[in-house]
């Protein structure tokens, strides 16, 4: 299906948030997610059913100094 995530136009077959954040390989613990302006609880993650168009926001946080 087709979405935006962060900006960019993605061709994936997920149906979960959590399939998107696994799809990128991002760390779990580090990223938060928006889909359509709305952050979605990690713990909502596999339960958040995704649908063509939607847009995603996936931010990662990264330490350093």
Avoid: C, P, Y
């Avoid at 909502?44 to 931010?59: A, F, H, P, S």
């Amino acid at each position: 299906m087709q979405l935006l995530i962060n900006g960019e136009e993605h061709q994936l077959n997920v149906s979960t948030l959590d399939e998107v954040v696994s799809h990128f390989e991002l760390e779990s613990q580090l990223v938060v997610t928006e889909v359509d302006g709305e952050i979605i609880d990690r713990s909502n993650w596999t339960t958040t059913t995704i649908k063509e168009g939607m847009k995603i926001e996936l931010v990662q946080f990264v330490g350093g100094g």
